[in-house]
């Protein structure tokens, strides 16, 4: 598996990014999910997609990011609205096979086998 994450940036308070990942695998589905560490921070799910398209999103995400999928070239996307500083971090997307993705508790990033090398967001 492998996967390449892009659209990292800074933005001012209230901008926004679009981040996308690149994800190449073969054989069984995969969940597809975004995560995000700021330093010396625990790392925090952000958002993940079953390999239906059904989302689930971390409370930091509510209301202000999107995550979308697109099945036919393993795209995943984080559209992300309304930044604040509090953003700021180094974003990551995770790949765990099957088809769906395990909640995005405290912790479960252990859960994930397979990262990007990530790209930077600062607000």
Excluded: I
């Excluded at 560490?37 to 999103?57: F, L, M, N």
């Excluded at 930091?60 to 309304?82: E, V």
């Amino acid at each position: 598996v492998q996967l390449v994450e892009s659209g990292g940036g800074s933005v001012q308070a209230g901008g926004s990014l679009r981040l996308s990942c690149a994800a190449s695998y073969t054989g069984d589905p995969h969940c597809l999910a975004w995560f995000r560490q700021a330093p010396g921070k625990e790392r925090e799910g952000v958002a993940s997609t079953d390999s239906d398209g059904h989302q689930r999103y971390g409370d930091s995400a509510l209301g202000r990011f999107t995550a979308s999928r697109d099945s036919t070239t393993n795209t995943l996307y984080l559209q992300m609205t309304n930044l604040q500083p509090e953003d700021t971090g180094m974003y990551y997307c995770a790949a765990r096979g099957g088809m769906y993705c395990p909640e995005l508790s405290r912790g479960n990033a252990v859960l994930f086998d397979h990262w990007g090398q990530g790209t930077q967001v600062t607000v």
